[in-house]
């Protein structure tokens, strides 16, 4: 079994913590959150996956779950990256640089802890 380097430790528990929170408040509105004002094009898309959006909470409850709780952490890596470079798109989309900090951590934690396991994924790109 490999040990864990303390600062990948404390990233993982952080960025599922963070996850948990996020999608929580969307749930409960314990934080007033908003998407800001936006752009046409970011509204549109918006309240075309409205119906979608509480299904993506869940899932983000369940990776941080998994990434609390240390299992399937390779893989929940990957699965989170296409969902943080979203998250990155629609926040410069929609030009709001005070809203857009979230999108940031999550994306750069993320890239992080991909690079920290990047042995593990070397036979994907084989």
Not at 46 to 64: M, Q, T
Not at 71 to 76: G, L, R, S
Not at 84 to 97: G, R
């Amino acid at each position: 079994m490999e040990k864990s380097r303390p600062i990948f430790k404390f990233l993982r528990i952080l960025l599922g913590i963070f996850l948990i929170a996020y999608a929580l408040n969307k749930f409960l509105h314990i934080v007033p959150s908003s998407y800001g004002a936006m752009q046409p094009l970011a509204q549109d898309f918006i309240d075309s996956v409205a119906i979608y959006l509480p299904a993506l909470y869940i899932f983000e409850i369940i990776i941080g779950l998994f990434l609390i709780f240390n299992k399937w952490k390779t893989f929940i890596y990957i699965v989170l990256f296409p969902l943080s470079v979203a998250f990155l798109m629609f926040s410069f989309i929609n030009n709001d640089l005070s809203e857009m900090w979230p999108a940031i951590l999550v994306a750069a934690i993320n890239i992080i802890l991909l690079l920290s396991r990047k042995e593990k994924y070397k036979v994907l790109f084989d």
